[in-house]
């Protein structure tokens, strides 16, 4: 008995000091950004020794990734779903579901960004320096990669589409979640980001609409 109480004293000695860590360490990130944090003063702000951080992070990248990757991979692991299955559709239903889709996955994203949205201001304003820069980057490459896509399948239809630029393609992707992301850089009331996002894929698909020659939901 005595044993397994002391073991679980020790465990949650353990999580207070870690959480310490992760704490000091969001405020110096947010404040500093990646580059310009200091570890000798998140470990000072901790509370704990310079030994006790590396008993738990080996370098500040990876207390860095302890605190955005795992709401970093939910995002791009919802973005890829939503693709996935909306590529398998037959192509009549992929172009009368494209809006419908699109809506609900930004619906879904833009939940998840405020459900954590210190993770995502560290993510889209204080990552620089990190492998975590590209993070929109990342989400743009596949949006990029589904429009050939979908590009190949309305020719496959009976509906080629006339020669779109490479480079307007990427733009437009990466466009895309640049304004996705705005809502964060801008510290926007969740109601007020959802009015905005709503806006904004409308005036986006009209532009892939006029492009394409296509009329999404028809």
Request: hydrophobic share 40%; charged share 25%; net charge negative.
């Amino acid at each position: 008995m005595y044993i397994s109480r002391r073991r679980d004293l020790l465990k949650q000695e353990e999580q207070s000091t870690q959480d310490k860590i992760l704490s000091s360490a969001k405020q110096e990130f947010q404040e500093k950004g990646f580059l310009n944090a200091s570890l000798r003063n998140i470990v000072k702000n901790a509370g704990v020794t310079t030994g006790a951080f590396y008993g738990y992070y080996d370098s500040k990248e990876a207390l860095f990734a302890a605190l955005v990757e795992e709401h970093a991979a939910y995002i791009l692991a919802l973005f890829n779903r939503t693709i996935d299955d909306f590529e398998k559709l037959p192509g009549e239903e992929q172009t009368e579901r494209m809006v419908d889709t699109s809506e609900d996955c930004l619906a879904k994203m833009l939940d998840y960004i405020y459900e954590h949205y210190d993770a995502f201001k560290l993510l889209v304003g204080c990552a620089q320096g990190t492998s975590y820069e590209n993070f929109p980057h990342q989400l743009a490459v596949r949006e990029e990669d589904s429009t050939y896509t979908y590009i190949e399948t309305l020719a496959g239809m009976g509906h080629p589409v006339e020669k779109i630029h490479k480079n307007l393609i990427h733009i437009i992707s990466s466009s895309l979640f640049a304004g996705i992301f705005e809502v964060v850089v801008h510290d926007m009331p969740k109601e007020e980001a959802k009015e905005y996002l709503v806006q904004f894929h409308r005036f986006h698909a009209a532009g892939w609409s006029e492009l394409m020659g296509i009329r999404f939901g028809a």
